[in-house]
């Protein structure tokens, strides 16, 4: 996240041209964007891991210890 952050922050200052245009900042939207599509497909694949595993009626967890 910390890296992401200064990604995000260049990118900011590239599409602002430093700052002084600041209606371009609605790209951030963009950016919030593509990151939550991202999310989504690794939540699809975790969600259809778990229901190879059995799902909400046979999933058991590893055994710890």
Do not use: E
């Not at 209606?23 to 778990?50: D, G, P």
């Amino acid at each position: 996240m910390i890296l992401l952050s200064v990604v995000a922050g260049r990118y900011m200052d590239f599409v602002t041209h430093g700052g002084h245009v600041p209606a371009h900042y609605r790209n951030i939207f963009l950016w919030a964007f593509c990151w939550q599509v991202v999310a989504c497909v690794f939540m699809q694949l975790l969600y259809r891991n778990w229901l190879r595993y059995g799902g909400p009626d046979r999933y058991v967890p590893p055994a710890v210890g």
